[in-house]
């Protein structure tokens, strides 16, 4: 089967976090099975300049997948609708409903000119993203509804929760297929008792919004006990940023916070497992491929109740809190805290251990293969 796929950003990019590594483990778990083309964008996230290691504007093989980086503005466009035109593919694979270049006009055309599509939202329809740029959003998915853009388009959902979102949306009758990210496949190899001290405490994303880096902050005023707290990721939002410094001095002098910088996708797990929990209340996550990396590294993680990763304090992995009780999330950090060395390395490896089960099994890359199965025969 051929699958043409569109992201926004790919390989060598980074600063589209998720996204990425959801299609390079899609490609590398499920390419025996299915051959995939990408079509994406021909620089990293909110850079000006194209990338210089890959040629722009042809075919370069990437891995066991053909990449297309499509440069902007009019000649990307045409691109695009000439690859398109070329029908040597079965089925469309989107991976956003909003992006203008790399979603609506692929769709757009791959309806009139009658290609099978699976569109994979990436948790756009949660309640939390949503809540930003409503108004544009707002307006998107009205004229969508109205020109039927989701008839017939088969909805790739990471669980039964981000389907219900799509479905709140769009309407009941939208076509939802579980088909759960391929996670990560890397695993911590040494893992440490915690050392004296305080807490050593990470925070890997995009610094946006969307991410809640700002309430993170301002949860931690109420953690009684020493604490640092590092910060990863790109500097996505400059005016967020700004107000994230101003929470980060505010903060009692027993809690350290600082941005460390970025981390490329294959430093992720290494980095994480020298800390002693990933702290991160995201205003929602369809998957959450840096929460599945933190349990990867044997990390308990402390996040918001709005992910596919629920009922943690009963697998004894972590915590999994409501984002209207930010004192649970203080709470919960202080109970690390003073947990002694031996119980808290028990805990790290009863994460990785129930990490390893969950992430070696074949189930989502099996279900990933169907899905596009799936499209390909609906009538």
């Known amino acids: 089967m051929q699958v043409l796929t569109f992201a926004g950003v790919f390989l060598p ?47 370069n093989e990437v891995g066991n997948a053909s990449v297309f980086y499509a440069q902007p503005s009019k000649q990307g466009y045409r691109q ?8 040597n593919y079965d089925v469309v694979y989107l991976n956003s409903f909003f992006s203008p270049r ?39 998915i009205t004229v969508s509804k109205l020109l039927g853009f989701h008839r017939g388009t088969v909805f790739q959902v990471s669980s039964n929760y981000e389907a219900e979102d799509i479905r709140q949306a769009l309407g009941p009758n939208v076509d939802t297929q579980v088909a759960e990210n391929i996670g990560a496949q890397e695993f911590a190899e040494n ?7 305080p807490l050593k405490a990470v925070f890997v994303s995009r610094i946006s919004p969307k991410k809640n880096l700002l309430v993170a902050i301002k949860m931690l005023q109420k953690v009684q006990q020493p604490l640092v707290y590092d910060i990863y990721g790109p500097i996505e939002d400059q005016d967020y940023w700004r107000d994230c410094e101003k929470a980060i001095a505010a903060l ?13 996708p294959d430093e992720v797990v290494k980095t994480l497992e020298k800390y002693d929990v990933f702290f991160f209340p995201t205003k929602g996550e369809n998957y959450g491929h840096v929460i599945a990396e933190a349990l990867c590294a044997g990390l308990p993680i402390v996040i ?4 596919p990763w629920r009922n943690l304090q009963n697998l004894g992995i972590g915590w999994d809190l409501p984002l209207n009780n930010p004192d649970a999330f203080s709470a919960a950090l202080d109970e690390l805290a003073i947990m002694p060395a ?19 099994q074949r189930d989502a890359i099996e279900a990933n293969i169907a899905l596009f199965k799936y499209a390909y025969e609906k009538k």
């Open 13 to 59: 990019g980074y600063k589209g976090g998720g996204p990425i590594k959801t299609i390079k483990n899609l490609f590398e778990q499920a390419g025996k099975d299915i051959s995939f083309k990408l079509v994406t964008s021909d620089r990293d996230l909110g850079d000006a300049k194209p990338y210089t290691s890959v040629a722009c504007g042809e075919w």
């Open 191 to 197: 893992l440490k008792p915690r050392q004296s001290g």
């Open 252 to 264: 009692p002098p027993h809690i350290q916070v600082q941005h460390k910088g970025t981390l490329n």
């Open 102 to 140: 790399f979603s609506f006009f692929p769709l757009l055309l791959a309806k009139a000119l009658r290609q099978k599509v699976v569109l994979a939202p990436r948790g756009e329809f949660s309640e939390g993203a949503l809540s930003l740029k409503s108004t544009k959003k707002h307006i998107f």
């Open 304 to 307: 918001a109740d709005n992910t």
């Open 342 to 360: 031996e119980d808290h390395m028990h805990m790290r490896q009863n994460v990785l251990s129930w990490a390893k089960n969950k992430f070696s």
């Open 80 to 87: 695009i609708a000439g690859i398109l035109r070329e029908k």
